[in-house]
């Protein structure tokens, strides 16, 4: 990309990181399936050296994720989950980390079965109440960590408030936007200090790879998250970040659907007689709607429902649609629908896992890009095969 920095995001999102090949002009950048690279002296080489250190097509990826975020520095990660490892990695033994109580359920077990093993207090608390974090704080509290929407409730977490009270206190903001994309929100815009992804989810886009990645603005924490990207080699191979990339090109366009598609659902669903509750940020019934408003500019393709009847009606429900897919996963083309209690989040306890709203009744659907009116009909067909 010459230049750019005017850009808009879906500009950005199919130029930046990717310069025609230096060695042919190729458009698309090549995978680099490499591990080495040959110098002319132990102290000359052209960039590279070894592909755990650095790769072109991950250089290409994390240049790319960086500039959809708004940030100084990207850094990929083999999964979502070892990104989040290294920016708590990046703290020492004995910090005290505060959590939102709405958190993937791989978040979860990875802060409460490791890192407090580790040697880091990790505090659980409602983050969406200022009054619960003064009194959760330490004088050792390093980290803010959130996720907003969160997985699978769709709570809306203020960036911009919260980010203020962690820095009043020296404490790091964290989030987890994964759920958004940056195409639908930029937290570092909005004074957040790290944003972590799994790209398994809507960056990649199609189901077809894990991934994470870290955008940071903060030179000192970049330092740290580069240094633990190659001294602990969790790192994507060069096929995995060119599928990155490809789906980042058309990431704007696939938000704008997945967001309109999820919006019909969730007011078809809203509709239904047979449905208790629905949590989507886009409907005005939703408690974080006028914050999602404020600051996000879609409201993004995940939906929760409850329907009337026993816990058994959802696990039949699930099995019951025929397009919508029962998978773990999210945020690929294809509408996916899972069981939060005994899938996602089976990893926190219950009754953790009902005080974050999760109940065994909640079912969450992944809504695709497929047509809206094959989605309704299949819900609705499941919704009458789920009676008995
Ligand atoms: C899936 C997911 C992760 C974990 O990512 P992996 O790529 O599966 O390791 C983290 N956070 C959120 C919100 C997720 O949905």
Redesign the pocket.
Known sequence: MKGGRDLRFSTIAIHAGQEPDPATGAIATPIYQTSTFVKEAPDRHKGYEYSRTGNPTRHAMEANLAALEGGRSGFGFS??????SAVLQALDPGDHVLCSRDL?G??YRLFTKFFARWGLNISFVDAGDLHALDAAATKKTKLLWL?TPS?PTLRILDLRALSDWAHARKILVAV?N??ATPALQRPLGLGVDVV??????YLGGHSDV???AVVTDDAELAAKISSIQKTLGAVPGPMDCFLVLRGTKTLALRMERHSSNALAVAKHLLAHAETLTVHYPGLPSHPGYDLAKAQMSGFGGVVAVELKGSAQRATRFVTRTKLFALAD???GVESLIGHPATM?HASIPREERLRAGITDGLIRLSVGIEDIQDLLADLDQAILASLN
């Open positions: 999964s979502g989950v070892a990104a989040i993937y791989g978040s996720e997985n987890d994964t759920f972590v992804h799994s790209t398994t989810k894990l991934g994470g996963s999210l945020g996602s």
